[in-house]
């Protein structure tokens, strides 16, 4: 792990210890619901959640039919989501792993995945180590796999800290993949809801 991944670790691990971090709200966003209950709804499969936080969306999928594997980097983060689980009577159908997104390879979740969901997961991950996020999803997805995908864009954060993400990168980064939609936040921050597709 480089000094940039020791220094993104420790801030997350300080969002946790202080509180409720920004981005684990505890309320599913109407982005995944529409994906999940709304027109065209994907059918339930099996759901890989990377950057689960305390688990509101892991337990929400469950809810919902979908067998569900949650990855977080912060130990805080996944008990937190292992208790929500039980709580709900979702143990069997949530299976939450402290690990890396970029190192899916050294976690017991092989996948094939129908569905990829990340709430601000990836944009926090170190420019250098986005490839292989990339290719550790890739490598798990099912023929027309959907990545629902928030993100900040560039400048919402420290850069040195969080890159952001951009469309483009995503089009380059994540071959055979069709990026189908990009819809802006309403933050005051620049944010996105990216929706691929796997070809």
Request: contains cysteine; hydrophobic residues 40%.
């Amino acid at each position: 792990m480089d000094q940039q991944e020791v220094a993104v670790r420790r801030e997350l691990e300080e969002y946790y210890r202080a509180g409720r971090p920004p981005w684990d709200t505890g309320v599913t966003p109407p982005e995944l619901i529409a994906l999940v209950e709304g027109p065209g709804a994907l059918p339930p499969g099996r759901a890989l959640e990377l950057g689960c936080g305390t688990g509101t969306n892991a337990v929400y999928l469950a809810g919902h039919g979908w067998d569900v594997v949650a990855v977080d980097l912060i130990e805080q983060a996944a008990g937190q989501a292992r208790a929500k689980a039980a709580a709900a009577g979702a143990r069997d159908a949530v299976r939450v792993l402290c690990g890396d997104a970029t190192r899916l390879d050294e976690l017991d979740a092989p996948g094939p995945y129908d569905l990829f969901f990340d709430l601000s997961c990836y944009c926090g991950i170190p420019p250098h180590r986005r490839d292989d996020y990339a290719g550790g999803v890739t490598r798990r997805a099912a023929p027309g796999a959907r990545l629902l995908m928030f993100g900040y864009g560039p400048g919402a954060f420290d850069a040195d800290l969080f890159a952001g993400v951009t469309a483009d990168e995503l089009r380059a980064r994540f071959a055979g993949w069709e990026l189908t939609d990009v819809t802006p936040g309403t933050n005051p921050v620049p944010t996105f809801w990216f929706t691929l597709r796997k070809e």
